[in-house]
Structures are given as C-alpha cells and as structure tokens.
C-alpha cells in the first residue's frame, strides 16, 4: 500500500475497518454508531483543532469603532469554544489517542520488543480506545 503525502490517518484507518470496532460494554459487545459517523466526528475535532490552531479567525467588526474611529479587530471565539468543549466532553483515557491518531496524524507503533500476540492485542486495544473516543465526540457533534 502506497501512502500518499496528503492522505488523513482517520480516513485510511476507514477504508481498512479499524472503525467498525465494537466494544465491550453492561455484558455485551456492540457498536453505537457507524464507522462513517466516527470518521465524521474526527473530521470536524481535526477541522475545529486547525482553525483554533491557525490565529484564532480574527474578523473585522466594524459597527463598533474605536476612540479614533479606526476599526476594531474582534475575535471569533466560535473554533475555540467549539473545539475546547469537545475536548472537554471526552474521557481522560481516550484524549491521548485522540491527540497521536487525529490530531498529530502519527500511528502508535507497538513495542518493539512483543510477540506476535502482544503486536495483535496492542493494536486491538489502540482501536477500541480510538473509537470509543470518536464514539464521545460523536454524541458532542450530533445537533
């Protein structure tokens, strides 16, 4: 598989079904929303991320004019609230794969000593704890 420069992490992750992990949860396994909708949800933190990153959306406000009636520079707060609350809405186990996965685009290796076992349950466990992070972005992104 080729990986081309400007391909997202999430969206490869897609194509290869890491997002359709169901989970364990009250004795059963299941999955409460499609992988499209934790694609979705990863989209718009990494949209919101971008924008709060790039000088905060600065906009020209004019109907508020200054002592020397220059123009006055406001700030959009709307990408920093937005981002900062769903931040806030995911559990402290899943911020730090949210982070490596969507945010910085990096894979998490495995150790490099493990066995074959080990490498299968390693990554099994970055996958459940990728979606369920996704799964509680999704309930802050649903309007």
Same mark, same amino acid.
């Given at each position: 598989?080729?990986?081309? *420069?400007?391909?997202? @992490?999430?969206?490869?992750?897609?194509?290869?079904?890491?997002? $359709?992990?169901? %989970?364990?949860?009250?004795? #059963?396994?299941?999955?409460?929303?499609?992988?499209?909708?934790?694609?979705?949800?990863?989209?718009?933190?990494?949209?919101?991320?971008?924008?709060? *990153?790039?000088?905060? @959306?600065?906009?020209?406000?004019?109907?508020?004019?200054?002592? $020397?009636?220059? %123009?006055?520079?406001?700030? #959009?707060?709307?990408?920093?609230?937005?981002?900062?609350?769903?931040?806030?809405?995911?559990?402290?186990?899943?911020?730090?794969?949210?982070?490596?996965?969507?945010?910085?685009?990096?894979?998490?290796?495995?150790?490099?000593?493990?066995?074959?076992?080990?490498?299968?349950?390693?990554?099994?466990?970055?996958?459940?704890?990728?979606?369920?992070?996704?799964?509680?972005?999704?309930?802050?992104?649903?309007?």
């Amino acid at each position: 598989m080729t990986k081309r *420069k400007d391909d997202f @992490l999430l969206e490869r992750y897609f194509k290869h079904g890491f997002l $359709d992990k169901k %989970y364990y949860h009250n004795n #059963t396994y299941y999955q409460p929303y499609t992988a499209k909708d934790r694609l979705t949800a990863g989209l718009l933190f990494y949209k919101d991320f971008i924008s709060w *990153k790039q000088g905060h @959306l600065h906009s020209l406000d004019p109907s508020i004019p200054k002592v $020397d009636y220059s %123009y006055n520079f406001t700030v #959009t707060n709307i990408p920093i609230k937005r981002f900062r609350s769903a931040l806030r809405k995911v559990s402290t186990p899943f911020i730090p794969i949210l982070y490596k996965i969507v945010l910085e685009q990096q894979e998490i290796p495995p150790p490099v000593k493990c066995t074959k076992r080990e490498r299968l349950y390693f990554n099994d466990e970055i996958k459940t704890l990728l979606c369920r992070g996704l799964d509680e972005l999704i309930s802050y992104y649903q309007y």
